[in-house]
């Protein structure tokens, strides 16, 4: 069991806060936002303390850190606090739904996989990875650092998923591809080929479309 201290006041770190007392040995100890943020020194119930002094007042010698944060920014936006509070010397906790399904996968840390994900024999997930509920991850596969899975992702067997990437609901992968740094697969789309790095695909199948402002994501 870890003290932990959440990163966020938004719905994502409600909800973390909610899984981590409800289905986990872990012990939610404080929230933190960046100052310019804060509107309170409370957020449910416990206390909410500025990031850049969060090292102050809860030590990383007792206390672990968790961000579970949106995709925003095509997961760059996580990342940045991810590695600001691992310089401030914090160990971070992942959080595993005890209704997911797992075969012994590796998975690495400040990793948010949510109820009902199915995730196959040797497939490993690396850090600051989020899989929201009810996605299948396919066998033989490797999913890297800094991931978003929305809703109903499938990802099928021996695919590689690049760092950066996000997965709109209901989009699938078909086997054996590679799927490009900081690829934007859209709602319902299917991808068939491997991808292009920074690119955003829609459809079924799939068609590259014209560079977006990854900002509005």
């Known amino acids: 069991m870890a003290k932990v201290i959440i990163f966020g006041v938004m719905d994502t770190a409600e909800l973390a806060h909610f899984y981590l007392t409800h289905d986990s040995e872990h012990d939610v100890a404080a929230f933190t936002v960046s100052r310019e943020y804060m509107t309170g020194t409370e957020f449910q119930g416990l206390p909410l303390v500025a990031f850049e002094e969060v090292e102050t007042l809860f030590s990383p010698q007792e206390y672990k850190f968790f961000a579970p944060m949106t995709g925003r920014n095509m997961n760059r936006n996580r990342e940045r606090i991810y590695l600001e509070a691992k310089a401030k010397g914090y160990e971070f906790i992942s959080y595993i739904s005890s209704k997911a399904t797992l075969f012994g996968n590796q ?99 799939a068609k590259k479309l014209p560079k977006p402002s990854y900002e509005a994501y």
Not at 115 to 127: A, L, R, S, W, Y
């Open 107 to 205: 998975i690495g840390e400040n990793c948010f996989i949510l109820e009902d994900n199915t995730i196959q024999p040797f497939t490993t997930i690396g850090n600051n990875v989020v899989l929201w509920s009810g996605n299948h991850i396919g066998h033989h596969g490797q999913i890297k650092d800094h991931v978003f899975f929305t809703s109903h992702v499938v990802m099928s067997g021996h695919c590689v998923i690049e760092p950066y990437c996000f997965f709109g609901v209901n989009s699938t992968i078909r086997d054996f591809l590679h799927i490009g740094t900081g690829t934007l697969v859209g709602m319902a789309s299917a991808i068939y080929k491997d991808t292009d790095e920074w690119g955003l695909y829609l459809g079924n199948p």
